[in-house]
C-alpha cells in the first residue's frame, strides 16, 4: 500500500532538498488507497498531513527514515486534518522552536503542525515566481493575504510598495516577520488587518495599483464565501486599478471549477482581458485538475 509514497520519499532524499516542497500528493486521487495522506518537507521537517487515520504511523515513519540517505530530517511531525482542530504530534525527533525555511529562493517562517496551515502554501510556487519575474515598478494589492508570501515575492521581483489586507491581524504580523526575513520593509508596505468588505475606502488610500492578486478561502465563516462573494471583489477592481493593472485571481476549491472563475472576471469585468493560466506547483497533480488551484492573469484595459 506504501509503495507509491515509499517511491516519491526515495527519488526525493536522494538529492539535497533545501526548497520547501511537497513530496507527496495523495490528495490529488492518483493513487488509490492513499487519498487521505500528503507529505511535505519544510527542511529539517517532514509533515504528514491526514485526512483520515493513518493505518500505521509507524511504518509510514520508517520508510521515511530509510528514505533520509543524506541525514536531512530532524523531525517527523503527523496531523489528523479529520479531526476538530486538526491536532499534530511529533513522532520522531523534536520540532525546532522556529523553522525558517527557504521557497523560490525566499524566505519564510513556517508553523509546521501548530496551526491547521503552516503558513505557507506550496503549491503557489509557480505563482511566487511569476511575481519576481513581474512585479518590477508595480504598487501592489494583495488581498486576503494570509502570511503575505505573495507579497514577498512581489518586493523580491521590485514591487514599489504593497498593500497586504486580511481580516487577521497575527497573520499580517507573521506576514511583517516574512516580509523582514527578506530584507523587506517596513516603508514599502502597508497592512489593512480588517474585514475586506469593510475596508475599501482605506484600500483605495494607497491605491491606484498595478497588480491585484484575489487569492481568498473557498469558505471563511462569517466573511467569504467564494461563490457568493468573489464578483463582489472583482467588481471593484475598475476602481482600485491603473490602466493596464494585472489582476490575478486565484481559487482553490474542489467544487468550483476553472470556468467559475473566467465567469466572474468576464461578467464582472467585461473589459478586462484574459491572458494566461499560471499553474501550480508539478508535485499538486490532479486525476480531476477541475479540483485543485486555479490561477488566471487577467489584464486590465490599457
Known amino acids: 500500500m506504501l509503495t507509491p509514497i515509499n517511491d516519491k520519499l526515495l527519488t526525493f532524499f ?7 516542497r511537497r513530496i507527496f500528493h495523495g490528495r490529488g486521487h492518483c493513487f488509490p488507497g492513499l487519498e487521505h495522506i500528503c507529505i511535505d518537507w519544510f527542511r529539517p521537517v517532514v509533515l504528514i498531513s491526514a485526512w483520515q487515520e493513518v493505518e500505521d ?12 540517505v ?29 523553522i525558517i525555511v527557504q521557497a523560490q529562493d525566499l524566505r519564510f517562517e513556517v508553523h509546521p503542525g501548530r496551526r491547521q496551515n503552516a503558513g505557507l502554501f506550496l503549491d503557489m510556487g509557480p505563482l511566487r515566481e511569476w511575481l519576481k519575474e513581474n512585479s ?6 494583495n488581498l486576503f493575504a494570509y502570511t503575505c508570501a505573495l507579497s514577498v515575492a512581489a518586493l523580491a521581483g521590485g514591487g514599489k510598495s504593497v498593500t497586504n489586507v486580511d481580516m487577521s491581524k497575527p497573520s499580517l504580523e507573521w506576514g511583517l516577520q516574512n516580509h523582514m526575513l527578506n530584507g523587506q520593509g517596513p516603508m514599502p508596505i ?6 475586506l468588505f469593510k475596508s475599501w475606502g482605506r484600500i483605495k488610500q494607497f491605491g491606484r495599483y498595478d497588480l491585484v492578486i484575489i487569492d481568498p478561502p473557498t469558505n471563511q465563516r462569517g466573511s467569504f464565501n467564494a461563490e457568493r462573494n468573489y464578483k463582489s471583489v472583482v467588481k471593484k477592481m475598475h476602481s482600485l486599478c491603473n490602466p493596464g493593472a494585472s489582476i ?8 468550483l471549477g476553472v470556468d467559475f472563475l473566467h465567469d466572474c472576471l468576464t461578467k464582472n469585468l467585461p473589459d478586462s482581458k484574459f491572458i494566461e493560466m499560471i499553474p501550480a506547483a508539478d508535485e499538486f497533480v490532479d486525476i480531476d485538475p477541475e479540483r ?5 492573469h487577467y489584464q486590465m484595459p490599457g
Open 14 to 20: 536522494s538529492a539535497e532538498q533545501k526548497e520547501a
Open 57 to 68: 504511523p509507524e511504518a509510514l515513519k520508517a520508510i521515511i527514515l530509510a528514505a533520509d
Open 70 to 98: 543524506k541525514g536531512q530530517i530532524k523531525s517527523i511531525v503527523l496531523q489528523n486534518r479529520f479531526i476538530n482542530q486538526s491536532p499534530a504530534e511529533t513522532i520522531y525527533g523534536d520540532l525546532p522552536d522556529k
Open 136 to 141: 518590477e515598478g508595480c504598487n501592489v494589492l
Open 190 to 195: 502597508k497592512s489593512i488587518p480588517h474585514n
Open 248 to 255: 490575478i485571481a486565484a481559487l482553490n476549491s474542489p467544487f
Open 292 to 296: 485543485g488551484l486555479k490561477i488566471a
